[in-house]
């Protein structure tokens, strides 16, 4: 018995130390600073939203030419954070004329990167979506992680005294900038499938870095601007769950595909590995079109012709390895 309390006593003490290590009110600013600063980050107006301009048009020409350096440089310069957070904060402290405020600022902000983007794109000779517009438009389960996480970051460090280094990686990881772009992309070449997924992945980005802003916010215990009754304060988070299922549900259903086509991808490659490369066959062109129906992979060799019983047969094998519906 003696011993079981000694163990309780030392677990209560390790426990507060534990606590005490993860605090976030260490080191924490003082809160009307910090809501100072948020609210004078919000506004798109003179030079804010000419640097946003000029950002979307680097980061349209890192998209264009594929490269991820300037990509990476145009969204550090970036100033679209300053409203998402401040809409999360207006709704942790209800202040909704900071709300609508902040709504109004990343509403015009998406404006001008719409019609920034698009004209660049109109107006660019190269028109073919290279690989980092491609990732901008199929978002998934793992885009909606990075955004609330990378908005976690991004508002523990506006809250602290020391902001520390952060910012610019929180920039980076959650990708304001290359989702809209991709937008502009997909209005200027008529590829409305491009457009709506990129659109969608901004807006999941906005969304989650405004709901870890949201939850940060009520932690710490910001002050309420505005006297919001219990039935009040319902309807508002029952509203946050069912945006946050509306977005979520559809970025799994994303996810659960692209887990397939890596599948998939990974049962062809075993497939040349086993029956073509291993055997002795160079294979010098290789083409996977997954969507199509049915599937189709292409292949060339450097000195081999194959007939068509010789396909037959290697369409037969394909079917053991696991891959379906596909034309060899």
């Known amino acids: 018995m003696y011993f079981i309390l000694i163990l309780e006593k030392y677990i209560c003490q390790n426990m507060s130390k534990i606590l005490r290590f993860f605090d976030l009110h260490n080191g924490e600013d003082k809160k009307e600073t910090v809501l100072e600063s948020v609210v004078t980050n919000i506004s798109f107006r003179g030079a804010n939203a ?8 680097i980061a349209s020409i890192g998209l264009n030419v ?3 350096a300037v990509i990476i440089g ?34 015009i902000a998406t404006g001008i990167s719409l019609l920034v983007s698009f004209l660049y794109f109109s107006l660019s000779p190269f028109k073919e979506a290279q690989s980092e517009l491609l990732a901008r438009t199929s978002p998934n389960i793992y885009d909606v992680l990075i955004a609330f996480f990378g908005g976690l970051v991004g508002v523990i460090a506006t809250t602290r005294v020391n902001k520390g280094n952060p910012i ?8 304001l900038m290359p989702p809209l772009c991709t937008a502009g992309y997909g209005l200027a070449i008529g590829n409305i499938s491009y457009f709506a997924g990129a659109l969608y992945l901004y807006i999941i980005n906005c969304v989650f870095i405004c709901l870890a802003t949201f939850v940060i916010v009520k932690y710490l215990r910001y002050p309420k601007m505005h006297y919001v009754d219990t039935q009040k304060e319902k309807r508002i988070s029952q509203s946050i769950t069912i945006i946050t299922l509306i977005l979520v549900l559809p970025s799994l259903y994303f996810a659960y595909r692209l887990l397939q086509e890596r599948k998939y991808t990974y049962k062809v490659h075993d497939f ?28 060339a060799f450097l000195a081999k012709k194959f007939s068509e019983s010789e396909i037959k047969t290697l369409e037969r094998s394909m079917k053991t390895f696991g891959i379906e519906n596909t034309d060899l």
């Open 74 to 107: 145009a969204m550090l310069i970036s100033p679209l954070m300053g409203p998402i957070v401040g809409a999360g904060f207006a709704l942790g402290t209800f202040d909704f004329a900071l709300l609508q405020k902040s709504i109004k600022n990343l509403l």
């Open 168 to 175: 610019p990686g929180v920039a980076i990881a959650t990708a």
């Open 66 to 68: 594929n490269s991820t």
């Open 272 to 299: 040349v590995q086993q029956e073509l490369t291993e055997k002795g066959y160079t294979v010098i062109y290789e083409r996977l079109l997954q969507n199509t129906s049915p599937k189709r992979l292409e292949l």
């Open 50 to 57: 000419w640097i946003l301009a000029c950002a979307i048009v």
